[in-house]
């Protein structure tokens, strides 16, 4: 496989990557889930093929369909020094492993006074697309951004997947690092060997000084989308690509937003009680003054995702309600 940055890889191929790096630079970190194992093919969509072969059963195990068993086994094992990544098929399925995420693994540093650490990686896979219906395709990142202890990341390019898992396996404490279903295939610059993105650090994905769109996972490309389509009336809009979303980036948020004077935030969770709401509060507690027009928000509707591929489709925030949020806030 090829490190070249001329290269275009996908997402699946650098998560790979970013999981043989891991697994060759450190013999504690491990990997549990269902199917993750070569016999079954490495997982549902591949990402762990090739790594039971390479580094061995007892590093790489295929569990039983069991969310909490899988989560309650990487929270033990990192409380001995591992560093346990567990792959949760589908983010809906994390609802299964609850408890064990927020009451063990996201406390257990605070309730032994910083004396446990629980460095454990939750992949999740999520985003609508395929007609999964409403029980495999829901963003529920609000849910552990809430939870204090737990960091929350994702990505929106294969080079930015692989530097940001890589960050995750090697971070001491507990991260949800969420996989984007219907971008996993979407080529991207390769990343170089070996290259870690830090945690809470976003990245200007597009400069602009007319208006700040805040996005996230696939939602970058939407903005991007929407900011290209006003670039070509003279509006110059920036793009800011959170990367991590607990805790995310406020600095580079808030620089951002002083100088444009004008927000957007946009992610494919519903929009009531979302991240956005967390970031558009913090803009206006901060920056009220400074705004030429309030704080828009871009999420899906109120509802589970739906099966139908015509509704689904109008389920998922676009370009076009992006673009409709920036005229609004330009008025």
Same mark, same amino acid.
């Given at each position: 496989m090829?490190?070249?940055?001329?290269?275009?890889?996908?997402?699946?191929?650098?998560l790979?990557?970013?999981?043989?790096?891991?697994?060759?630079?450190?013999?504690?970190?491990? /990997?549990?889930?269902?199917?993750?194992?070569?016999p079954?093919?490495?997982?549902? /969509?591949?990402? &762990?093929?090739g790594?039971?072969?390479?580094?061995?059963?007892?590093?790489?195990?295929?569990?039983?369909?069991?969310?909490?068993?899988?989560?309650?086994?990487?929270?033990?094992?990192?409380?001995?020094?591992?560093?346990?990544?567990?792959?949760? /098929?589908?983010?809906?399925?994390?609802?299964?492993?609850?408890?064990?995420?927020?009451?063990?693994?996201?406390?257990?540093?605070?309730?032994s006074?910083?004396? &446990?650490k629980? %460095?454990?990686?939750?992949?999740? =896979?999520?985003?609508?697309g +395929?007609?999964?219906?409403g029980?495999?395709a829901?963003?529920?990142?609000?849910?552990?951004?809430?939870?204090?202890?737990?960091k929350?990341? &994702?990505? $929106? =390019?294969?080079?930015?997947?692989?530097?940001?898992?890589?960050?995750?396996?090697?971070?001491d404490?507990?991260?949800? +690092?969420i996989?984007?279903? %219907? =971008?996993?295939?979407?080529?991207?610059?390769?990343?170089e060997?070996?290259?870690?993105?830090?945690?809470?650090v976003?990245r200007?994905? !597009? %400069?602009g000084?007319?208006?700040?769109?805040?996005a996230?996972?696939?939602?970058?490309?939407?903005?991007?989308?929407?900011?290209?389509?006003?670039?070509?009336?003279?509006?110059?809009?920036?793009?800011?690509?959170?990367?991590?979303?607990?805790?995310w980036?406020?600095?580079?948020v808030?620089?951002?937003?002083?100088?444009?004077?004008?927000?957007?935030?946009?992610?494919e969770?519903?929009?009531?009680?979302?991240?956005?709401?967390?970031?558009?509060s913090?803009?206006?507690e901060?920056?009220? $003054?400074?705004?030429?027009?309030?704080?828009?928000?871009?999420?899906?509707?109120?509802?589970?995702?739906?099966?139908?591929?015509p509704?689904e489709?109008?389920?998922?925030p676009?370009?076009?309600?992006?673009?409709?949020?920036? !005229?609004?806030?330009?008025?």
């Open positions: 090829s490190t070249a940055t001329s290269k275009k890889m996908n997402s699946i191929q650098a790979n990557m970013a999981l043989h790096e891991a697994m060759a630079a450190d013999p504690e970190v491990i /990997m549990l889930g269902e199917d993750v194992a070569d079954e093919d490495g997982g549902v /969509m591949g990402v &762990t093929k790594l039971s072969t390479k580094f061995g059963d007892a590093r790489v195990r295929s569990t039983p369909i069991s969310e909490q068993a899988i989560i309650g086994a990487c929270i033990g094992a990192s409380m001995v020094g591992m560093k346990p990544v567990a792959e949760i /098929m589908l983010m809906n399925f994390t609802t299964v492993a609850m408890d064990m995420i927020v009451n063990h693994a996201a406390k257990l540093r605070f309730m006074g910083g004396q &446990t629980v %460095p454990i990686t939750i992949r999740v =896979t999520t985003g609508a +395929f007609s999964t219906g029980q495999h829901d963003y529920l990142e609000a849910w552990f951004a809430h939870t204090a202890g737990l929350v990341v &994702t990505y $929106s =390019t294969p080079a930015e997947a692989k530097g940001l898992l890589l960050s995750c396996i090697f971070d404490d507990p991260c949800i +690092f996989e984007n279903l %219907p =971008t996993y295939f979407a080529p991207g610059e390769a990343p060997p070996g290259q870690r993105i830090p945690l809470g976003a200007v994905a !597009r %400069p000084r007319d208006a700040t769109v805040i996230y996972g696939p939602q970058v490309h939407q903005a991007i989308a929407a900011a290209s389509k006003l670039a070509e009336e003279g509006v110059e809009v920036e793009v800011i690509d959170l990367r991590t979303i607990a805790p980036d406020r600095a580079t808030l620089n951002s937003v002083a100088r444009t004077r004008r927000a957007v935030v946009t992610h969770a519903v929009k009531p009680f979302g991240v956005g709401a967390e970031i558009s913090v803009i206006h901060e920056l009220f $003054s400074q705004l030429k027009a309030p704080v828009q928000r871009v999420g899906a509707p109120f509802c589970a995702v739906p099966y139908s591929k509704l489709t109008a389920f998922v676009g370009a076009a309600q992006i673009e409709a949020a920036l !005229r609004k806030t330009l008025k």
